[in-house]
């Protein structure tokens, strides 16, 4: 099964770098597989420590993905390195090992540490769209301009039926992005 959360690695100078990424856990192992190139590739593979951030907040991801990368951070508890401060739980982990791999190198980690924030406050249909339509953005240069349209128009229903305030501005911030993508110039339908 595979989960989205939030990674975040240390750079060169020590500084946060916040990232949407895909894992998978099991038991104490998780594992995770960033793109070549990628800076999170380039930090796991110098400072074999991470952490995976399980948050609601779908703005992080939005924003990760348009520009607005300064989301609040605090040092991890037991791993030299930061956490994401608004997260439901956090997951504090090292390197085991790499398979390395042309596109996708595929790291196994141990969970060296996890805390759980904040209660899970239930499904919401908006934050799916959300997170949906996130990984529409990551594939802007493939997908084809019509498929795109039509996909972001039914996962509007459920943004506009469902959303609450952060929903709306993550949703906000892809829209706006993808209008200005050259190959695509998204215009939604405004629906009443
Ligand atoms: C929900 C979601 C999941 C993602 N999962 C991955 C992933 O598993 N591996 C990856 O390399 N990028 C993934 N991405 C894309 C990265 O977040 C994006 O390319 C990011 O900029 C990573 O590059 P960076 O480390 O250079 O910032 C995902 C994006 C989204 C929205």
């Not at 110098?46 to 995976?52: F, L, N, P, S």
């Not at 906000?172 to 200005?180: G, I, P």
């Amino acid at each position: 099964m595979i989960f989205e959360g939030v990674i975040t690695t240390a750079n060169a100078d020590g500084a946060a770098h916040i990232a949407p990424m895909g894992f998978q856990r099991e038991g104490d192992e998780v594992s995770i597989s960033p793109f070549v190139p990628s800076t999170t590739l380039v930090n796991l593979k110098r400072d074999g420590r991470a952490v995976m951030n399980l948050s609601d907040d779908v703005r992080i991801i939005a924003g990760c993905l348009t520009g607005r990368r300064a989301w609040p951070v605090q040092r991890a508890t037991v791993i030299d390195g930061w956490r994401i401060s608004d997260s439901l739980a956090h997951l504090e982990l090292t390197v085991s090992d790499c398979q390395e791999h042309p596109e996708r190198p595929r790291f196994r980690c141990r969970v060296v540490y996890e805390a759980n924030h904040a209660a899970f406050r239930g499904f919401n249909r908006a934050q799916a769209a959300v997170l949906e339509a996130a990984i529409l953005y990551s594939r802007l240069e493939w997908l084809a301009p019509d498929k795109l349209a039509s996909e972001m128009a039914y996962l509007a229903i459920a943004v506009g039926k469902t959303a609450g305030d952060r929903e709306r501005i993550a949703w906000q911030w892809l829209v706006e992005a993808m209008a200005e993508h050259p190959r695509h110039r998204l215009r939604l339908e405004q629906r009443a």
